[in-house]
């Protein structure tokens, strides 16, 4: 058994640890953990949307590309293929990553005449709150924007 000590140590490191994670500024602990709420209920809210887009969006979309989301040990094997050039689509997909909070772990591209990109995507905070589904409708939604400001249909 710890002492007192360190058991507020190891609170104290838990309660820094949440507020590190949800990107809090607080520095008292009920503060820290009343940001720390806030940020999971607006992280529940991203998945509902997420989930709504997904439900609408299932009809097949004729998009010139298509993504496929797989799920690895750590997070996401993400490919997106197109047998056509797609100027801009890579920073599309790219902002989209961040959006969800993953991290580029491994990327190959090809943007030359076509375009291929298959990359590894981490979640290490939240790895339980998005899962391959989630991932795969929000590029989808990415490309579908990309798709509809370069004049694709």
């Given at each position: 058994?710890?002492?007192?000590?360190?058991?507020?140590?190891?609170?104290?490191?838990?309660?820094?640890?949440?507020?590190?994670?949800?990107?809090?500024?607080?520095?008292?602990?009920?503060?820290?953990?009343?940001?720390?709420?806030?940020?999971?209920?607006?992280?529940?809210?991203?998945?509902?949307?997420?989930?709504?887009?997904?439900?609408?969006?299932?009809?097949?979309?004729?998009?010139?590309?298509?993504?496929?989301?797989?799920?690895?040990?750590?997070?996401?094997?993400?490919?997106?293929?197109?047998?056509?050039?797609?100027?801009?689509?890579?920073?599309?997909?790219?902002e989209t990553f961040e959006e969800l909070?993953?991290?580029?772990?491994?990327?190959?591209?090809?943007?030359s005449n076509k375009f291929h990109l298959?990359?590894?995507?981490?979640?290490?905070r939240h790895a339980d709150e998005i899962?391959?589904?989630?991932?795969?409708?929000?590029?989808?939604?990415?490309?579908?924007?990309?798709?509809?400001?370069?004049?694709?249909?």
């Open positions: 058994m710890g002492s007192k000590e360190e058991r507020r140590a190891a609170l104290y490191q838990k309660i820094k640890e949440l507020g590190s994670v949800s990107k809090s500024e607080a520095v008292n602990k009920t503060s820290i953990i009343v940001e720390a709420g806030k940020y999971i209920q607006e992280l529940k809210e991203k998945v509902e949307k997420l989930q709504e887009d997904i439900t609408s969006s299932s009809q097949d979309i004729s998009l010139p590309v298509k993504p496929t989301v797989e799920t690895i040990e750590k997070g996401f094997r993400i490919t997106v293929i197109s047998e056509e050039d797609c100027p801009g689509l890579l920073v599309s997909i790219l909070g993953l991290d580029v772990r491994d990327a190959n591209v090809s943007c298959q990359a590894i995507g981490e979640n290490e899962d391959a589904q989630v991932v795969k409708s929000a590029i989808l939604k990415a490309i579908k924007n990309w798709s509809d400001s370069n004049g694709e249909d």
